[in-house]
């Protein structure tokens, strides 16, 4: 099985799912890199802010931000080989390169509490 890695954009939180403006590209990206992950597909993401080591310790992705700084956030490399850069690719692209199929309904992250740990009053902006 192929390893899919996501070197995000800079976001307040792991997943850039939380806080007051949600973007719901970023929920549905998460979504997909889930459902990925339950089809077999070894994924690890990355954010800048919060594993900056792992933005240092990857040649292609040094040679990436060299090239084109910032603006190719997100990269999205396939066993080593970029194949995407600085756009959220669809779940029909990410199951393309990890070589799945696509079947039944797309699923939403359930997030019990709020992303940050918010109690009963609703999300907590604590994370970001």
Known sequence: MPLLLVFDRPLCCSTGICGPDVDPALVAFAADLQWLARQ????E???????PQAFAANPTVREELDKHGNDCL??????????SRGQVPSR????EWAGVTIGGTVELPVMQGGCCGGGENGPSNDCC
Request: glycine share 8%; proline share 8%.
């Open 40 to 43: 077999g597909i070894a994924v």
């Open 45 to 51: 993401r990355f954010n800048p802010v919060q594993q």
């Open 74 to 83: 997100p990269l999205v490399l396939v066993d080593g080989k970029v194949v």
């Open 92 to 95: 029909a692209l990410l199951a």
